[in-house]
């Protein structure tokens, strides 16, 4: 049975046995954030060297340090000093410094941020947030009470408020991905329960993913879909993208066609998939999923083609409606093929979306209820912005200039390049 550790700020997730590594632990996480804030100091002071006054004093100085507070992190509380720098220089002409590494009032890591919104949405409360983390945390959990939680929802809602009114003018997305994530409110009356929140990801002409829009809604209607697109149209989005990729969702293809009119679509086959799998009987989906496979495995569209025809002969008679269900969408399912081969594995689904939410939803298909509908949208925010910074860049980004350029493509090779 382990014994109660005597050093008051370590985290009981460290063995303890080993109180002395768990002190080397903070004391190299206290030393490395020193070390890189004094290296900031001294960068942004060097660059400001040359500033003197008539007395050929420096005007750019250091002045001391802060008072000392305490940052939480997963290897429990660090203590830091940040160092304090004076401008003398004019009202107008001075500057303010800012580490990037202990921005104002920060007290507990990105870490701990980007953990409690998982938490919530995975069903706890905030009640029992600090209860959650007490074996990461030990103590120092008991410093997220429900209040602090509260606080920290608020702010993110803030920050979402203010990220979704960011001018857009000069951005182009070449591929846009949509999705609607649902989650069930607890305290909302029972007509409003069923909350959809509405994602808009895009790929730059540089092959970087970014997110351009989360917004709240009750279903995945035209009318919610046309709101968010027109909104990111007015705020200054004024290239359509070459392609959108989403599942079935009616409201979001109506609301394209009205608002980016240009635009290619295509459906995903992750989705269509599961549509079809649940029109036949479980023995058959191995094979249905085989059939299905060689569809969008297809090196061309007609050998694709050749493959729909035959899942189609294969499940017409018994099952029509399986077979209906993957026919009607056949032109909007191989829209790929008149893209970049290297793109395909990024434009045949809504996986961008889908990976980044799908611990979200496994999570919340095992919890009733979440929060508040307002609450809810600022954690989602709040994860996939955190989620974001690890996407990696389309495969051979160096081909969305020539999408972007209207070179033609046949089954993904390049074939001429438009008049």
């Known amino acids: 049975m382990r014994q109660a550790t005597s050093d008051p700020l370590a985290s009981p997730f460290l063995p303890t046995s ?75 002409s001075r500057e303010t410094f800012r580490s990037r590494y202990l921005p104002p009032y920060m007290r507990r890591s990105t870490s701990i941020e980007e953990l ?64 609607g994530v649902y989650f069930n409110i607890r305290m909302e009356d029972a007509d409003n329960r069923r909350q959809c929140i509405l994602l808009l990801m895009g790929a730059t002409a540089e092959g970087k993913k970014e997110l351009i829009a989360i917004t709240d809604g009750y279903r995945e209607s035209a009318e919610n879909w046309k709101e968010l697109l027109l909104d990111v149209k007015r705020r200054g989005l004024a290239i359509e993208p070459s392609l959108a990729v989403a599942d079935g969702s009616l409201g979001f293809w109506a609301a394209l066609a009205e608002v980016w009119p240009s635009t290619k679509t295509q459906r995903c086959w992750v989705h269509k998939t599961a549509n079809v799998l649940t029109k036949l009987p479980k ?61 395909w594995s990024h434009i045949r689904t809504t996986n961008p979306i889908e990976s980044t939410f799908a611990t979200i939803r496994t999570r919340h298909d095992k919890t009733k209820q979440n929060c508040t509908r307002a609450a809810c949208l600022a954690m989602v925010f709040k994860l996939a912005h955190a989620a974001q910074r690890h996407w990696r860049k389309l495969n051979a980004s160096r081909l969305l200039g020539d999408v972007v350029a209207g070179v033609l493509f046949q089954d993904g090779i390049i074939q001429s390049k438009a008049a």
């Open 18 to 92: 080993n109180d002395v590594i768990a002190s080397l632990i903070r004391d190299g996480a206290r030393s490395l954030l020193a070390a890189a804030i004094e290296d900031e100091v001294s960068q942004h002071l060097a660059a400001r060297r040359e500033l003197v006054d008539e007395r050929g004093h420096r005007l750019v100085v250091r002045n001391g340090r802060c008072p000392e507070r305490s940052i939480l992190t997963p290897v429990g509380p660090i203590p830091v000093r940040a160092p304090r720098v004076r401008d003398h220089r004019p009202p107008e």
């Open 116 to 179: 409690v919104p998982f938490l919530v949405l995975a069903g706890v409360s905030t009640n029992d947030i600090a209860d959650s983390l007490r074996p990461i945390l030990g103590a120092q959990a008991e410093g997220l009470s429900p209040s602090t939680v509260g606080r920290m929802i608020e702010i993110w809602r803030g920050q979402h408020r203010e990220w979704s009114s960011r001018p857009l003018a000069g951005k182009h997305y070449v591929y846009v991905w949509a999705d």
């Open 283 to 343: 023995s058959l989906h191995p094979r249905a999923k085989e059939m299905i496979h060689a569809i969008w495995m297809a090196p061309g569209k007609a050998e694709a083609e050749k493959a729909l025809d035959a899942f189609v002969a294969a499940f017409t008679a018994k099952y029509p409606k399986a077979a209906e269900c993957i026919d009607k969408d056949r032109d909007k399912l191989l829209t790929f093929y008149d893209f970049p081969a290297e793109h």
